[in-house]
């Protein structure tokens, strides 16, 4: 994948895929992000699990240093009585060293990641986050679309997301079942 540069000031972001180098700085990243360990085990149990996409898990650079990180891995979508099952994408997680926040990298890693995603013909990207933030990048409420993503208690209904893609169909509808690396995180 070509790096993609995203101008910021005096910062300049790239943009690339992860390499087997980074696994340490990506753990340190996302640890920072979300102030727990949690997460960071969870990107480990991903890219240990049959649900990992390597090309869909990106980093961001800022002068030789990575200050982002976002993975897109499958999960399951489960038709209405268990019929039929079906691979879906799935953004998470998202995360971006606190120093970096609000400085448009995460926004460059979510548009990267679903072009990315977007161009090998996956029709939607699933993802459990803000409404407030990720609607800006296409996400919409799942609920209305028929798509049903299990939300801790604490989370409000319309933390479950989707973007459709160029590939979307409507009968893409069910109950996405998180793979089993999720186990690492408390809720899923």
Known sequence: MPERGVDHGA????????????????A?????????????????????????????SLVAEVDGEIVGHVMVS????????GASQRRIAMLSPLAVTPDRQRMGIGSALVRAVAQLVDEVGEPCI???GSPVYYRRFGFEPAAPLG???PIPAWAPPEAGQV???????????GQVVYPSAFDAVAGH
């Open 11 to 26: 910062d300049h972001a790239a943009i690339r895929a992860e390499q087997a180098a980074d696994v340490s700085a990506i």
């Open 28 to 56: 340190a990243v996302v640890e920072a992000a979300f102030g727990s360990p949690v997460e960071a085990r969870l990107v480990e149990a991903i890219r240990r699990s049959p649900e990992y996409a390597a090309e869909w």
């Open 74 to 81: 499958y999960a399951s979508l489960v038709e209405e009585g």
């Open 126 to 128: 699933i993802l459990e």
């Open 147 to 149: 798509i049903r993503i």
């Open 163 to 173: 973007m459709r893609l160029s590939a979307y169909e409507p009968a893409i509808r």
